[in-house]
């Protein structure tokens, strides 16, 4: 049995996250969308922190929520003759269509499932830890090559978005 | 009543499904990305999931698991913007357009 605090922000934190994902879909303004975005983002840090999850939470709100939706303003901003509306294409009902049908049939077998001791598990039964050391010790430790590639990619496509997007100089 | 598993299950699903709508359904490349980062940040929530209602604090070979893999999911989703976006722009330079509909000049 939980306490009401953490039922009321769960409930709270999921209609805003599904409401702003929602109403990404439906605005007609690319910039109104990229806002919702954020918010959708940052509600989603919430119910990371109900999951105890204190250092993605900050991560989240510090990437998603902060960086990409800058690159998007940009992208936005460099782009003005293509237009600021949302508009759809022909795939509109087909894509509606799938996301609702993905989303209906992972429910309910999410709900119908037996999860044994981790589906009778509730957020109150377990204590809050902070799992930055944990991340630390595990990505340095267990995962370090993993780690090490992902920097390795992080340089690349840094490099290769400079290099997609820069003038050709004069020779 | 108290929040299970199942709950954020839904939740992440939900958030992953109008993630495949907009990323079906809309025009501009950049509507497109945000679809994707849209569908990954439902993934990140199941893991998270998972991760906690599994018990990752006690788990003694590889504690919190689901946390590294959703630090890895974030560094990717970051490059992946960040290339997209530049893609995004080169074909604006070019075509004046980033209308997914008319950049079709390899269609067969």
């Known amino acids: 049995m939980d306490s009401a605090g953490i039922i009321v922000a769960f409930w709270l934190l999921s209609a805003i996250a599904v409401g702003s994902a929602v109403g990404v879909f439906l605005a007609r303004n690319l910039i109104h969308a990229v806002v919702l ?12 922190v109900t999951l105890s999850a204190d ?36 795939y509109v009902v087909p894509g509606v269509l799938l996301g609702g049908a993905f989303a209906v049939i992972v429910a309910i077998v ?13 957020l109150a039964g377990q204590s809050f830890e902070t799992t930055a050391d944990a991340i630390g010790d595990a990505l340095l430790g267990r995962y370090v090559l993993a780690f090490e590639v992902a920097s390795v990619l992080l340089l690349a496509a840094l490099i290769g978005a400079i290099v997609l997007v820069r003038e050709d100089e004069p020779a | 009543m108290s929040v299970e598993l199942a709950h954020y299950l839904t939740v992440g699903a939900m958030i992953f499904g109008v993630g495949i709508a907009i990323a079906l359904a809309k025009r501009n490349a950049i509507a ?42 974030l560094t990717v989703a970051a490059a992946e913007a960040a290339v997209a ?13 980033v209308d997914l509909d008319r950049i079709n000049l390899m269609r067969w």
């Open chain 1, 55 to 90: 250092f993605i939470a900050a991560a989240q709100v510090l990437i998603y929520a902060g960086a990409i939706p800058v690159l998007m303003v940009f992208a936005v901003m460099l782009t003005p003759l293509a237009g600021r509306d949302n508009g759809n294409s022909l």
């Open chain 2, 85 to 97: 976006l530049a893609m995004a722009v080169l074909i604006y330079r070019r075509r004046e357009t």
């Open chain 1, 110 to 122: 999410a709900i119908d499932a037996e999860w044994g001791a981790a589906g009778a598990a509730t």
């Open chain 1, 37 to 48: 975005l954020v918010l959708s983002f940052v509600a989603t840090a919430g119910l990371f």
């Open chain 2, 32 to 73: 497109v990305l945000m679809g994707v980062e849209l569908m990954l940040n439902g993934v990140n929530l199941t893991f998270l999931a998972f991760s906690r209602f599994g018990g990752a604090f006690d788990a003694a070979d590889a504690p919190l698991a689901g946390h590294v893999f959703v630090v890895f999911v």
